[in-house]
């Protein structure tokens, strides 16, 4: 991917290795919602082992995902109405069940 002049004066935020000694192999990857830069293989690496989020602003670029107990579940409610502090018509209200028992 192309790297304009303001990126080829910054550090790669995961390696903190200059982006002006970015290869073909390895090249400058900007994500696409928020607009941040790494090494491809950092962001890559940090998606696999962490989650599918840009690690400076948080924008998700995939589903999160994470251990819950079998048999859990989330559902979610839209309900007419303010909530106390906010300028709202409606608001969310999520509800888990989560089983007793030890997860392992």
């Known amino acids: 991917m192309p790297v304009n002049n303001d990126e080829e004066d910054k550090a790669c935020p995961v390696c903190m290795e200059d982006f002006s000694n970015a290869t073909s192999e390895d090249p400058i990857q900007k994500l696409e919602k928020c607009g941040h830069s790494f090494h491809q293989s950092c962001i890559q690496e940090t998606f696999k082992h962490t989650q599918p989020q840009c690690p400076i602003c948080k924008t998700w670029y995939g589903i ?13 409610d839209k309900i007419k109405g303010a909530v106390p502090g906010f300028d709202c018509k409606e608001h969310i209200r999520i509800s888990y069940y989560i089983p007793g028992g030890i997860q392992g």
């Open 64 to 76: 999160p995902k994470g251990n819950q107990p079998r048999g859990s579940t989330m559902k979610y």
